[in-house]
């Protein structure tokens, strides 16, 4: 099956795809938070997105849309308005979210001038050798790195939740036939995969174990009701319905904080069940004082949802073959991101013989990052030597000027769109003095040359790390895109990231085509995709 990552932006993207041409959608789009500043993250996506999105899934099909709680109603509502319907919204649970709450009484104390007591040391607090600049500036004995504690009204208020759920939105296209089943043998879309996705026990118990358990060994019942959530037991149909208890609307990570949080539940305990000598014919009177059903199962309640964990090593897994250097301009020059903008052409241009090498712009704008095989290093640095001495910059300088202005003026002027104006794009160039255009043309001829000298540093070249802030488990995506995508069928993902659910669809032979705005993520999601293997999963060190 196809497993491809295409750049560029989603809705131009979705476009050029055909009708009806996937079968599920699975996907994990901006939540609208701001996340760590994101410019990506300033809005959920909007309706005109998922119409897209449902002109290309075939009636029927499904999709899981991933969400934050705080704006879970505006995406369902978007998706909804698009033409969807909403199905269920499937709960993720986890235990790796951290609180991000005003300390109100601190901040009151602060306020008014208030003292605070010491309480003990902060084990939250970063240390002075932390990445983080004001960090670094305190020392572990600074009030910064204190528990305290006020005196004031408003202590121990505070202004949010922790986070540790994720809601995804099941959502449905419409039927094109009159019945799912007629829908099904058309399309093979309409329905979720039950039984592949079962939630397997936890004791190792075999189907044929759980029969005897449940029917007393008498292999020859119609059925056998069960309060334990493997549904009916038919003794035509053993193998499908023991394969675990009916998939639910709510996924965990199994990290001791999430299983801790569900009450211990324990099976009812076998006891005789009274002979009846009525003449009734059901299997309970035929069993006499056999034991009554019963599954000797006990522990947390979370054994009853599936528990997708994930790996500490999947993260990077198939990144160690690339090496990334970084380029930071420094704050108050001229021009700052019209030079970086035009320098990122120049090094595309002047490398692009090798195609070997990748360059991006990072999501503040104000650095470049490159991206290349170990194994190609020496062909690199032979032709970096070239480009220096030839001066191969210097006659690609003027070419991308007009354009690159052009670009980031627009984009400035239309909040980020770089489509909204061409006149104001046109009227931007003409704006530009000739003055200009020569500041500039040193400028980025000069950060291009920075970026070449830091490659040929030993010390700049850093292993690529999988730099997206939010992956998702191997295993969580798995078992969604086998939730709802039909044998052979194809997965689209309008928001890859670092190709997460590309990996799901691979290792359970579904085609994908995922659709990413950053160029930096696509090669990392390319990179992590192409390493995984059908048997991956069974090395990783969990």
Request: net charge neutral.
């Amino acid at each position: 099956m196809s497993v491809k990552i295409i750049q560029g932006d989603c809705m131009t993207v979705l476009k050029t795809l055909p009708d009806n041409s996937v079968d599920s959608i699975v996907t994990d789009p901006p939540y609208g938070i701001s996340f760590m500043g994101k410019h990506w993250d300033y809005n959920v996506p909007k309706v005109e997105v998922w119409q897209e999105a449902l002109r290309v899934l075939k009636p029927g099909g499904h999709a899981l849309i991933a969400c934050g709680t705080r704006t879970q109603h505006r995406m369902a509502v978007n998706i909804e308005d698009a033409g969807f319907e909403i199905r269920d919204i499937v709960g993720w649970i986890y235990g790796s979210g951290f609180p991000k709450s005003l300390n109100i009484g601190k901040a009151v104390d602060k306020l008014q001038g208030n003292e605070r007591e010491v309480v003990g040391d902060n084990p939250n607090a970063r240390s002075s050798h932390g990445t983080n600049p004001l960090s670094m500036q305190c020392s572990p004995n600074s009030i910064e790195h204190k528990n305290t504690k006020g005196n004031s009204e408003w202590e121990g208020y505070g202004t949010a939740l922790k986070p540790a759920m994720e809601l995804w939105t099941l959502a449905r296209k419409p039927l094109s036939e009159p019945t799912v089943a007629a829908n099904v043998l058309k399309w093979s879309t309409g329905g979720i995969n039950i039984d592949d996705c079962r939630v397997e026990y936890n004791d190792g118990t075999t189907p044929e174990q759980i029969l005897k358990k449940y029917t007393g060994n008498n292999e020859n019942n119609d059925s056998v009701t069960n309060n334990f959530g493997v549904g009916e037991i038919k003794s035509t149909n053993t193998k499908s319905t023991l394969q675990g208890r009916f998939p639910a609307n709510l996924i965990h990570d199994g990290s001791d904080e999430v299983v801790k949080g569900f009450p211990d539940s324990k099976t009812s305990a076998s006891k005789p069940c009274d002979c009846r000598t009525d003449g009734a014919t059901s299997f309970d009177a035929m069993r006499g004082n056999r034991p009554a059903r019963g599954y000797d199962e006990n522990g947390s309640a979370a054994r009853f949802f599936y528990c997708a964990k994930s790996s500490k090593s999947e993260r990077n897994l198939g990144l160690d073959g690339y090496l990334t250097v970084k380029y930071s301009i420094s704050k108050g020059e001229i021009l700052c991101k019209e030079e970086i903008t035009v320098a990122v052409q120049l090094l595309e241009r002047a490398m692009s013989d090798l195609g070997l090498m990748s360059f991006s712009i990072d999501e503040s704008g104000e650095s470049i990052m490159a991206l290349f095989p170990k194994d190609s290093l020496s062909i690199i640095l032979t032709e970096i030597n070239r480009i220096i001495e030839l001066k191969t910059l210097q006659s690609l300088t003027l070419s991308p000027i007009n354009e690159s202005i052009a670009g980031v003026s627009c984009e400035k002027v239309n909040g980020g769109n770089l489509a909204e104006s061409a006149v104001k794009c046109n009227q931007s160039k003409r704006d530009i003095t000739k003055e200009q255009q020569a500041e500039l043309a040193r400028g980025a001829n000069g950060v291009a040359l920075k970026m070449l000298s830091l490659i040929k540093d030993a010390a700049s070249r850093k292993p690529l790390t999988n730099i997206h802030s939010t992956v998702k488990p191997i295993a969580l995506m798995r078992y969604l895109c086998r939730l709802i995508t039909p044998p052979q069928g194809t997965i689209l993902d309008c928001f890859a990231g670092s190709g997460s659910t590309g990996i799901a669809a691979k290792l359970e032979g579904f085609g994908f085509i995922g659709i990413e705005r950053e160029a930096e993520y696509c090669r990392i999601a390319e990179a992590r995709i192409e390493s995984w293997k059908p048997d991956a999963q069974e090395v990783l060190a969990l």
